[in-house]
């Protein structure tokens, strides 16, 4: 079974635009999070999607967003892109929610100049 | 608010010895511990995960050991081996929460020939 792919898997934008990044989950999978990593702050919670809907979110600005898909693919977008928005965005699908496995894709490098 | 305490940060094992990290947490609600292993350029992937029902869990070489009394956790990497330099991160999660997953700030481990 193929594992979680995240597109693209890096990105440079500049300061004010926006980016849209994508992730499809594991076959079966329908839930999706996002997560932000970066060397200051570890890895955050951003927001979780199941059956289209938004579910959880995170201590992130409302710059932050995303949507799921009815095949549970997911998006994110950052709007206004500021220099703190340069990471590593993770996805990670489940096969429902609370049943606590979480795999991950390999990220999305994202670099704001 | 860090809800999940994670040390060391950076751990020097020799070839064959134990690799031990900690995790101390403080909200009770969570019920759910997985740890993450990632090397530099991919994401996390599960390692062993946990719940609060029994003490301990091993798998292989890794074993998890859960004081629920204390709030803490552990992994135990046996017979450390220098594939298995990576960073670690514990996490937790409480099931109504869904799956948004909460990390430890994460440990880099070298495993020297």
């Known amino acids: 079974k193929a594992g979680v792919t995240q597109t693209p898997r890096y990105l440079i934008k500049t300061r004010g635009q926006q980016v849209t990044l994508s992730c499809s989950p594991i076959s079966g999978h329908r839930s999706v999070s996002w997560y932000q990593q970066t060397p200051g702050q570890g890895l955050q919670f951003l927001f979780e999607?199941?059956?289209?809907?938004?579910?959880n979110k995170g201590n992130f600005p409302g710059r932050f967003s995303g949507r799921q898909f009815s095949n549970s693919r997911s998006e994110m977008n950052v709007s206004t892109l500021e220099l703190g928005d340069s990471a590593l965005y993770l996805c990670a699908s489940s096969l429902t929610r609370g049943v606590g496995e979480q795999y991950f894709g390999p990220g999305t490098r994202l670099t704001v100049t | 608010q860090q809800q999940v305490k994670q040390s060391p940060q950076s751990l020097i094992v020799q070839k064959g010895g134990i690799s031990i990290i900690n995790c101390a947490y403080e909200n009770t609600a969570f019920d759910y511990f997985p740890w993450y292993q990632q090397f530099p350029g991919k994401g996390p992937a599960l390692l062993i995960a946990?719940?609060?029902?029994?003490s301990e869990k091993k798998e292989g070489r890794f074993t998890i050991s859960f004081n629920k009394s204390a709030k803490q956790f552990s992994l135990h990497i046996m017979d450390s081996q220098p594939g298995d330099s990576a960073t670690y991160f514990c996490a937790a999660s409480k099931g109504n929460a869904g799956n948004m997953l909460t990390f430890g700030g994460g440990t880099r481990l070298m495993v020297k020939p």
């Open positions: 999607y199941f059956s289209e809907t938004q579910r």
């Open positions: 946990i719940r609060p029902d029994v």
